[in-house]
């Protein structure tokens, strides 16, 4: 392509995570200052700065001189953190079948050590139920012969592969690494009289609304850290915990009539996130970087019912010997070689193999043997993986996502002018706490996990090799983001190279010139930007969005200096852009000003702008405003979704402004698009009626929805505030994206007036509020911290009653993070009908 010319070495991407959250404890009972560092951090981890710098006397130009600053170093405090989560319920009575009355369930729960220092866990032999089940029956016989008693609960640190009775009292666990695993199952057997339709949750621990990591207050039942002894583990930080002892717990729930289908879904991410060109001149020094993440869900994305868990092990061969691992592994492309030996992120490990796909095509990446040791030349490896470390990392909790597992190869034999490199990535491993779980397996490129398969909602077990050569026929993740059509055998990660020509030129975000777009060319590239959207601009509402300003950077990517001219160009679909929009171009002092009607940008003052004398391989760059119109629609209201882009063309031109002429006698041009969204968080509130106390759901009222809903007293209302970030994603390299940064919800019911909340008002006047707050039902899908205001704006607690004082009248939940494109999160909260 005349724009996909070869992209030079002078711009690297990667990932970095760097963070130092510091804040200081002074009191009396301290005699000394304790910096306290984010989670993770390890305790009593000592940081160092040292700071260095380069320098030149004026008098003496081009002579660098070096400055080393004085040391400084801060040591982390201990921090504990813990979460429970839930990893699924099995029917040991009907195993995958539905759920009867006087069949026996096992609920199993994943504790993960969340803090900075090692910690054991306090987990009781209790669990709260409700519902028609009780916490009763006997746990499966484990390969130790552990014989537990009636209802007597179970732990395991080895992702299940063996379980500890908990005696009765309760049981402190062994010590616990940053990030490690406890499994815990429950015995629950379903009451005779139970009936379809019917729900048993069970509760392990005891937090309100169950909230994860939170101070500990003490209650039967808890779920908690406890600190080591001094010295008494290797890491072992010396003293307690900065912010004391920390407990979580967490409800799961099944409906009798309903299936368990307890499983693991594995997600396995793969992005390139780095490309260098090194000698153009051939295309056997090239070196790409790839990103590999491994998510385990949470919810079930596939709709069909399954109740997620914890990924555990399965059975591979390392340094000759079988071991039970979770193994994310990636064939190396063909005509490529592994140029460093990786590094994995914590609590993992680099594993290589010699096995070559393209010798053994039916041999996948789990039943191939594998060695911890790199061989004497990286040129053998045909394989490399990553797996747990035992030690640290047992199983891989629900709503986890593990990243920082990097791969950089080199290409190497390949003849032409240019050349296609492909590349799939792979997990394996089994759903922790079923002894009989089948092979767990994804391939990356899209977002479905244990190759599900979409059209017949089955999850397929049979892994694929794993290896693409260039004449791969697979579905491609053109835009370089897992977002390719869900398939059982992933998607291609595909990225072509090629020699550079005499005339070429690149367009793209600032400091991003070879920035690539949705399709994997360097003409679908772009910056996105918001515009301010006023308070209360409700769905529907149209604005007159204030101007937006753009930097963007070209660069001459062919080997002659060239001229180049910078034009505004129409949508690709002329009608994504509002008639009337006016967009500036501007470099140096040189400004062009055109208004877009009809599908054309006509120039309304000014000239062209042109840019000239711009040499091989040199950067420049220019300014771009965009104001639309008055009458703008949202950019989030549901039949929009989506930003008004303004493709930004620049050409190479002769002496004479002709453009010049490919092989094809076409213009050689490159687009990047500036984006404007008038706001890009979408809210869309829906509603489902439950039963609860009082009369049977009606019609369609059970269902959620946006539609309008006629609940019984007794009955419940949930409310869910669906929130997506509608913008472009990062589907590509190098574009500027919208993320959603400090977002607060707000849900008052006190506000009243006409089409204004009035749940949490004594709307008939019958000396009681129409609606009462479900203590627990306040959720957000992600992390979030919500505050409960009861009576006149006061913040309180997850109280229920039936006056205002007594109740929750406003929820606010304030989001942990960012929201990334494309990224749908809920807010859910239940109100009883009084």
Same mark, same amino acid.
């Given at each position: 392509?005349?724009?996909?010319?070869?992209?030079?070495?002078?711009?690297?991407?990667?990932?970095?995570?760097?963070?130092?959250?510091?804040?200081?404890?002074?009191?009396?009972?301290?005699?000394?200052?304790?910096?306290?560092?984010?989670?993770?951090?390890?305790?009593?981890?000592?940081?160092?700065?040292?700071?260095?710098?380069?320098?030149?006397?004026?008098?003496?130009?081009?002579?660098?001189?070096?400055?080393?600053?004085?040391?400084?170093?801060?040591?982390?405090?201990?921090?504990?953190?813990?979460?429970?989560?839930?990893?699924?319920?099995?029917?040991?009575?009907?195993?995958?079948?539905?759920?009867?009355?006087?069949?026996?369930?096992?609920?199993?729960?994943?504790?993960?050590?969340?803090?900075?220092?090692?910690?054991?866990?306090?987990?009781?032999?209790?669990?709260?139920?409700?519902?028609?089940?009780?916490?009763?029956?006997?746990?499966?016989?484990?390969?130790?012969?552990?014989?537990?008693?009636?209802?007597?609960?179970?732990?395991?640190?080895?992702?299940?592969?063996?379980?500890?009775?908990?005696?009765?009292?309760?049981?402190?666990?062994?010590?616990?690494?940053?990030?490690?695993?406890?499994?815990?199952?429950?015995?629950?057997?379903?009451?005779?009289?139970?009936?379809?339709?019917?729900?048993?949750?069970?509760?392990?621990?005891?937090?309100?609304?169950?909230?994860?990591?939170?101070?500990?207050?003490?209650?039967?039942?808890?779920?908690?850290?406890?600190?080591?002894?001094?010295?008494?583990?290797?890491?072992?930080?010396?003293?307690?915990?900065?912010?004391?002892?920390?407990?979580?717990?967490?409800?799961?729930?099944?409906?009798?009539?309903?299936?368990?289908?307890?499983?693991?879904?594995?997600?396995?991410?793969?992005?390139?996130?780095?490309?260098?060109?090194?000698?153009?001149?051939?295309?056997?020094?090239?070196?790409?970087?790839?990103?590999?993440?491994?998510?385990?869900?949470?919810?079930?994305?596939?709709?069909?019912?399954?109740?997620?868990?914890?990924?555990?092990?399965?059975?591979?061969?390392?340094?000759?010997?079988?071991?039970?691992?979770?193994?994310?592994?990636?064939?190396?492309?063909?005509?490529?070689?592994?140029?460093?030996?990786?590094?994995?992120?914590?609590?993992?490990?680099?594993?290589?193999?010699?096995?070559?796909?393209?010798?053994?095509?039916?041999?996948?990446?789990?039943?191939?043997?594998?060695?911890?040791?790199?061989?004497?030349?990286?040129?053998?490896?045909?394989?490399?993986?990553?797996?747990?470390? $035992? *030690? @640290?990392?047992?199983?891989?909790?629900?709503?986890?996502?593990?990243? !920082? =597992? #990097?791969?950089? &190869? /080199?290409?190497?034999?390949?003849?032409?002018?240019?050349?296609?490199?492909?590349?799939?990535?792979?997990?394996?491993?089994?759903?922790?706490?079923?002894?009989?779980?089948?092979?767990?397996?994804?391939?990356?490129?899209?977002?479905?996990?244990?190759?599900?398969?979409?059209?017949?909602?089955?999850?397929?077990?049979?892994?694929?090799?794993?290896?693409?050569?260039?004449?791969?026929?697979?579905?491609?993740?053109?835009?370089?983001?897992?977002?390719?059509?869900?398939?059982?055998?992933?998607?291609?990660?595909?990225?072509?190279?090629?020699?550079?020509?005499?005339?070429?030129?690149?367009?793209?975000?600032?400091?991003?010139?070879?920035?690539?777009?949705?399709?994997?060319?360097?003409?679908?590239?772009?910056?996105?930007?918001?515009?301010?959207?006023? $308070? *209360? @601009?409700?769905?529907?509402?149209?604005?007159?969005?204030?101007?937006? !300003? =753009? #930097?963007?950077? &070209? /660069?001459?990517?062919?080997?002659?200096?060239?001229?180049?001219?910078?034009?505004?160009?129409?949508?690709?679909?002329?009608?994504?852009?509002?008639?009337?929009?006016?967009?500036?171009?501007?470099?140096?002092?040189?400004?062009?000003?055109?208004?877009?009607?009809?599908?054309?940008?006509?120039?309304?003052?000014?000239?062209?702008?042109?840019?000239?004398?711009?040499?091989?391989?040199?950067?420049?760059?220019?300014?771009?405003?965009?104001?639309?119109?008055?009458?703008?629609?949202?950019?989030?209201?549901?039949?929009?979704?989506?930003?008004?882009?303004?493709?930004?063309?620049?050409?190479?031109?002769?002496?004479?402004?002709?453009?010049?002429?490919?092989?094809?006698?076409?213009?050689?041009?490159?687009?990047?698009?500036?984006?404007?969204?008038?706001?890009?968080?979408?809210?869309?509130?829906?509603?489902?009626?439950?039963?609860?106390? !009082?009369?049977?759901?009606?019609?369609?009222?059970?269902?959620?929805?946006?539609?309008?809903?006629?609940?019984?007293?007794?009955?419940?209302?949930?409310?869910?505030?669906?929130?997506?970030?509608?913008?472009?994603?990062?589907?590509?390299?190098?574009?500027?994206?919208?993320?959603?940064?400090?977002?607060?919800?707000?849900?008052?019911?006190?506000?009243?007036?006409?089409?204004?909340?009035?749940?949490?008002?004594?709307?008939?006047?019958?000396?009681?509020?129409?609606?009462?707050?479900?203590?627990?039902?306040?959720?957000?899908?992600?992390?979030?911290?919500?505050?409960?205001?009861?009576?006149?704006?006061?913040?309180?607690?997850?109280?229920?009653?039936?006056?205002?004082?007594?109740?929750?009248?406003?929820?606010?939940?304030?989001?942990?993070?960012?929201?990334?494109?494309?990224?749908?999160?809920?807010?859910?909260?239940?109100?009883?009908?009084?």
């Amino acid at each position: 392509m005349k724009s996909l010319s070869r992209i030079k070495k002078t711009k690297k991407y990667g990932m970095y995570r760097a963070f130092i959250a510091a804040s200081f404890l002074i009191n009396g009972i301290f005699s000394f200052v304790a910096p306290v560092l984010a989670e993770g951090t390890a305790g009593g981890q000592s940081i160092s700065n040292t700071a260095t710098a380069t320098y030149e006397d004026p008098n003496n130009p081009n002579t660098p001189i070096n400055s080393t600053s004085n040391t400084v170093t801060v040591t982390v405090a201990e921090v504990a953190g813990i979460t429970v989560t839930a990893s699924g319920i099995t029917n040991q009575t009907n195993p995958g079948g539905q759920i009867a009355p006087g069949n026996q369930l096992v609920y199993t729960y994943t504790i993960t050590n969340i803090g900075n220092d090692p910690t054991k866990f306090r987990i009781p032999n209790q669990a709260t139920s409700n519902g028609p089940g009780t916490i009763a029956g006997t746990l499966p016989v484990d390969q130790n012969g552990q014989t537990p008693a009636n209802g007597q609960l179970q732990y395991s640190t080895n992702g299940g592969t063996s379980w500890v009775n908990v005696t009765p009292g309760g049981i402190d666990s062994p010590s616990v690494p940053v990030g490690g695993t406890v499994l815990v199952r429950v015995p629950v057997t379903i009451a005779a009289a139970a009936q379809n339709g019917d729900v048993v949750s069970v509760t392990l621990g005891n937090t309100q609304g169950d909230a994860q990591n939170v101070l500990r207050i003490a209650d039967g039942g808890d779920v908690y850290t406890v600190d080591n002894p001094d010295g008494a583990v290797a890491g072992e930080v010396p003293g307690a915990p900065v912010n004391g002892v920390r407990e979580g717990s967490i409800t799961q729930r099944a409906t009798i009539g309903g299936g368990t289908n307890t499983v693991a879904l594995a997600t396995v991410l793969k992005v390139r996130t780095g490309y260098d060109a090194g000698n153009t001149s051939t295309l056997n020094d090239d070196l790409l970087t790839y990103g590999l993440s491994l998510r385990v869900e949470s919810s079930d994305p596939t709709n069909r019912g399954f109740i997620p868990a914890a990924l555990a092990g399965t059975s591979i061969t390392v340094d000759g010997n079988p071991v039970t691992r979770i193994l994310v592994s990636d064939a190396l492309p063909a005509n490529t070689t592994l140029n460093a030996v990786p590094t994995p992120p914590p609590g993992w490990r680099v594993v290589y193999s010699t096995d070559d796909p393209a010798v053994n095509p039916t041999r996948t990446a789990n039943q191939v043997s594998w060695s911890t040791t790199a061989p004497a030349s990286l040129s053998t490896v045909k394989r490399i993986g990553f797996i747990n470390d $035992p *030690n @640290t990392v047992t199983s891989v909790a629900t709503g986890t996502t593990v990243t !920082g =597992f #990097t791969v950089q &190869i /080199r290409t190497t034999n390949i003849s032409g002018s240019t050349a296609t490199v492909n590349n799939v990535a792979q997990v394996f491993g089994r759903t922790a706490g079923d002894p009989n779980s089948p092979l767990i397996v994804d391939n990356s490129g899209d977002q479905n996990p244990d190759n599900y398969n979409s059209t017949t909602g089955n999850i397929t077990t049979t892994p694929d090799i794993g290896y693409y050569p260039v004449t791969g026929t697979n579905p491609v993740d053109t835009a370089n983001n897992n977002q390719a059509a869900a398939s059982i055998t992933g998607a291609l990660n595909q990225f072509t190279i090629s020699t550079p020509s005499p005339y070429s030129v690149l367009n793209g975000p600032e400091g991003a010139p070879d920035a690539t777009g949705p399709d994997g060319t360097t003409n679908t590239d772009f910056t996105n930007k918001s515009s301010f959207v006023p $308070p *209360n @601009t409700t769905p529907g509402s149209t604005l007159d969005p204030q101007s937006v !300003g =753009f #930097t963007n950077t &070209i /660069r001459n990517n062919g080997t002659l200096p060239s001229d180049i001219v910078v034009t505004p160009t129409a949508p690709s679909n002329p009608t994504d852009l509002p008639d009337n929009t006016k967009v500036t171009v501007s470099y140096q002092n040189q400004s062009a000003v055109y208004n877009y009607s009809g599908g054309t940008f006509t120039l309304t003052s000014g000239t062209p702008v042109k840019i000239t004398g711009v040499a091989a391989g040199a950067n420049a760059t220019y300014g771009v405003e965009v104001d639309l119109p008055p009458g703008t629609r949202l950019s989030t209201d549901t039949d929009i979704q989506r930003g008004f882009p303004v493709r930004v063309t620049t050409t190479l031109v002769d002496g004479s402004n002709n453009p010049r002429l490919d092989a094809s006698s076409q213009p050689i041009s490159n687009i990047t698009i500036n984006r404007v969204y008038t706001g890009f968080l979408q809210l869309l509130k829906k509603s489902q009626i439950l039963k609860g106390t !009082g009369p049977d759901v009606q019609g369609s009222d059970g269902t959620l929805s946006i539609d309008p809903k006629k609940p019984s007293p007794g009955n419940i209302i949930q409310y869910v505030i669906e929130y997506k970030n509608i913008s472009e994603p990062q589907s590509g390299t190098g574009n500027v994206i919208l993320e959603a940064d400090r977002l607060v919800i707000t849900e008052d019911g006190t506000i009243g007036g006409a089409n204004g909340n009035n749940w949490a008002l004594d709307n008939d006047n019958n000396l009681q509020i129409d609606t009462s707050n479900i203590i627990g039902s306040a959720k957000d899908s992600g992390a979030a911290n919500i505050t409960f205001y009861n009576g006149s704006n006061t913040p309180g607690s997850d109280q229920t009653g039936t006056t205002a004082t007594t109740d929750v009248t406003k929820y606010v939940n304030t989001v942990t993070g960012r929201v990334t494109p494309g990224v749908t999160r809920t807010f859910s909260f239940q109100r009883k009908v009084n």
